[in-house]
């Protein structure tokens, strides 16, 4: 529920306390995420970059000190037709910006993820590379001394069993001398 569903209910005369307990619980929110999204870390802001540090902190916008001094007007409490008009124009030239912001987050995170699509990509072509590697170093190699191995079991088992057909014959010679 937005605030100007408020200031609707403000003009009908309908305004309830669930609907303001939502409200609260929306800007409470809010307001978490803001202080979320400015946490520093050794003096610098963990979240911001240098767009989202000037788009927050520096003219014309000054988008921190918009969002307290929406925060603080809506605290004020008392949703007067006059302060509710207020509020829902605040909020409607807030959302501007803070679309504007949203925009630079998406740039970042849209950067890292082609850098993580980048790494995962390299990653990829390496284990290929390595694969090749292991293929030709270490079992074309292997496989070429185990037919030398092969090949050297096949000649002597020939040689054996030639010599075992030749021992009726040096059997025979060897009766007959």
Known sequence: ?????VVLFHQEGKSTQSL??????NVLS??????????EKSGEYEFLTTDL???YSTSPVYLDKRIKDFIALYE????????????????RILLLYL?????????VANRKVELTRMFEFVFWVSAIILLWLEVVYIFQPMERQVKRVIDSLE???????????????????????
């Open 99 to 107: 679309d504007q912001a949203v925009k630079f987050f998406e740039q």
């Open 20 to 25: 303001l307990a939502e409200l609260d619980k």
């Open 53 to 55: 540090t000037m788009l």
């Open 1 to 5: 529920m937005g605030i100007n569903q």
């Open 155 to 177: 000649q002597q088992k020939q040689e054996t069993q030639h010599a075992l057909a030749m021992k009726p014959h040096f059997l025979a010679r060897a009766v007959m001398n």
């Open 30 to 39: 809010f307001l978490m995420n803001h202080q979320f999204i400015l946490r």
């Open 76 to 91: 004020q409490g008392d949703f007067n037709k006059e302060i509710a008009y207020t509020v829902a124009h605040d909020a």
